[in-house]
């Protein structure tokens, strides 16, 4: 399958090449091929089904990448204990 996308990605060159299609067209026929190919790939799957290779080992929560987290000031976590009414 792979072979034949790259195939047809090859076609609307060497046509433009060739002067059968004008280059500004290529653009839009290469898209249209790779929606093409995408929709191939994906017509099988049911309207909101899952992805057909789950991975075992995802995370339960969303993360941001690398596990990255930003500074947050203390006073969102702990009561400040100089401020009026702040427990001790």
Known sequence: MALLIVASLLVA???AYLGVIPAPLVVVVEIAILIVAAWWF????ALGA?????????????SPVA???PPRPTEAIEQPK???GALK
């Open 50 to 62: 899952r992805d057909p290779f789950l991975d075992a080992n995802r995370p339960d929560l969303a």
């Open 82 to 84: 100089d401020k009026p």
């Open 13 to 15: 060159p060497a046509l």
């Open 67 to 69: 596990n990255w987290d």
């Open 42 to 45: 994906d017509r099988g799957r």
